[in-house]
């Protein structure tokens, strides 16, 4: 998948859609499309606009959220995702949301990370989605269903919280060298929206030998982009940008 995931928030409270819209518009990778108020508008916006990602309230005015769900995988076309955004705390709602194909289930209030962290798996579930073969082997088939949160996606030495501290130093870095800064030396207006591992690891306080192994992993999980740079003399150095 590329680009980010077009995203369509139903919920009936116009102040936690708003809430909820900020969440999902603060990560890269999603964009909010549209919003429902009512499990009708949720089905109707769905098949108009066609989004990758549901964030389905189950507390609904006139549809239930499980209801809705069960209507959205008869639908024609693709599947969409769906994440249960939801204050509904019984067991049984929430196995019949299991039942329904939801990604993760969001008990209402919750953070922004705790959403973040659930994009970021919905994300990566799309991407090995993408990658895979038409035809794929045992193994394959158990990852897929078992979903990123069920593996240690990491290399053995590097963490997750400082993973999240590289990625944001290299948005940052990548972000400010549109207006001339973090892109090296001689950047201006114009320079290339990239950063090395050594300005990346200056910004977050590690080696460069460290932060080039996050950055490696960053471009391995589709987060990010690299390509040589060929200076006067030497060696290219590598530069990175977020993908």
């Known amino acids: 998948m590329t680009g980010q995931a077009r995203t369509l928030v139903v919920e009936d409270d116009p102040v936690v859609a708003t809430v909820h819209r900020g969440f999902v518009e603060s990560h890269p990778r999603f964009v909010v ?9 949720a ?8 989004p990758d990602l549901v964030l389905l309230d189950l507390h609904l005015p006139d549809i239930g959220g499980l209801d809705v769900l069960q209507r959205l995988r008869m639908l024609p076309g693709p599947p969409v995702d769906v994440v ?13 949301a299991m039942a329904g194909g939801v990604l993760a289930y969001l008990v209402k209030p919750f953070t922004s990370a705790a959403l973040r962290e659930r994009l970021d798996e919905v994300w990566q579930r799309r991407e090995d989605v993408r990658r895979a073969q038409d035809t794929l082997d045992q193994d394959e088939v158990d990852q897929l269903l078992a979903g990123p949160r069920s593996a240690d ?10 993973r999240d501290l590289v990625r944001a130093a290299l948005a940052r870095l990548c ?5 001339g800064a973090g892109a090296g030396p001689g ?10 591992a050594a300005e990346v690891a200056e910004a977050v306080g590690m080696s460069r030998v460290s932060a080039r192994r996050y950055l490696e992993h960053l471009v391995t999980e589709g987060y990010a982009q690299v390509a040589p740079r060929y200076g006067a003399t030497g ?9």
């Open 187 to 196: 950047a201006g207006a114009t320079a290339p929206r990239d950063a090395s």
């Open 43 to 50: 089905l109707r916006l769905v098949s108009a606009l066609r």
């Open 235 to 243: 060696r290219p150095e590598n530069r990175y940008r977020p993908a």
């Open 153 to 162: 996606r990491l290399p053995k030495g590097l963490s997750g919280r400082s």
């Open 33 to 41: 499309v549209g919003e429902a108020r009512t499990g009708a508008d």
């Open 175 to 179: 972000a400010g060298a549109a207006d």
């Open 84 to 96: 249960a955004t939801t204050a509904v705390r019984e067991l049984d709602s929430v196995r019949q």
